[in-house]
T-cell receptor, first 114, second 112 residues
Framework: GAGVSQTPSNKVTEKGKYVELRCDPI?????LYWYRQSLGQGPEFLIYFQGTGAADDSGLPNDRFFAVRPEGSVSTLKIQRTERGDSAVYLC????????????FGPGTRLTVT | GENVEQHPSTLSVQEGDSAVIKCTYSDSASNYFPWYKQELGKGPQLIID?????GEKKDQRIAVTLNKTAKHFSLHITETQPEDSAVYFCAANNFGNEKLTFGTGTRLTIIP
């Protein structure tokens, strides 16, 4: 079946601009996660959704970052006033239910802030 | 919070030989330990995982061992093949906490 999909695959934006990154989880998966991966590093947790609500947003670095999942399926990660340090690959993962633990990742969106 | 360390950072193995990657974790409450394989330009792919109630799990050429007392777990790949070349990440989390904490990765190269 279809896996996690993310769009766009690549995004180049200028410093100070606003960007939106989209994640479409595996059908039927109730849990959705966003991670950020810098070059040569492992993914770092940003936020976790159970259904429509953000159950844990402790990984969001500051208030320029925000994410929504209004209908409990597709999620959008929003970054305001982008900075060069935001450049990274943003990964989305989904899991069937919380507590099942297995997280399946999408291909990621490579964000470059110039 | 949880801290996961992974060694080695790079590993080159002759095709057909075995590869071992090791991770240690800090939080004794952690009870789930997945391993991911990441190829260039792709997202991490879950290849095997282990929970704290077992000490070893095997799936064809891949096995994972867990030592809860020492707080370390290892990935073993036998009869390595060129397509095993990738970056491998270990991770950990604990009951009630959905976020995975990842190691820094091991770049595995299989030499034909």
């Amino acid at each position: 079946g279809a896996g996690v999909s993310q769009t766009p695959s690549n995004k180049v934006t200028e410093k100070g601009k606003y960007v939106e990154l989209r994640c479409d989880p595996i059908s039927g998966h109730t849990a959705l996660y966003w991670y950020r991966q810098s070059l040569g590093q492992g993914p770092e947790f940003l936020i976790y959704f159970q259904g429509t609500g953000a159950a844990d947003d402790s990984g969001l670095p500051n208030d320029r970052f925000f994410a929504v999942r209004p209908e409990g399926s597709v999620s959008t990660l929003k970054i305001q006033r982008t900075e060069r340090g935001d450049s990274a690959v943003y990964l989305c993962a989904s899991s069937l239910n919380p507590g099942t633990y297995e997280q399946y990742f999408g291909p990621g969106t490579r964000l470059t802030v110039t | 919070g949880e801290n996961v360390e992974q060694h080695p950072s790079t590993l080159s193995v002759q095709e057909g030989d075995s590869a071992v990657i090791k991770c240690t974790y800090s939080d004794s409450a952690s009870n789930y330990f997945p391993w991911y394989k990441q190829e260039l330009g792709k997202g991490p792919q879950l290849i095997i995982d282990i929970r704290s109630n077992v000490g070893e799990k095997k799936d064809q050429r891949i096995a994972v061992t867990l030592n809860k007392t020492a707080k370390h777990f290892s990935l073993h790949i036998t009869e390595t093949q060129p397509e095993d070349s990738a970056v491998y990440f270990c991770a950990a989390n604990n009951f009630g906490n959905e976020k995975l904490t990842f190691g820094t990765g091991t770049r595995l190269t299989i030499i034909p």
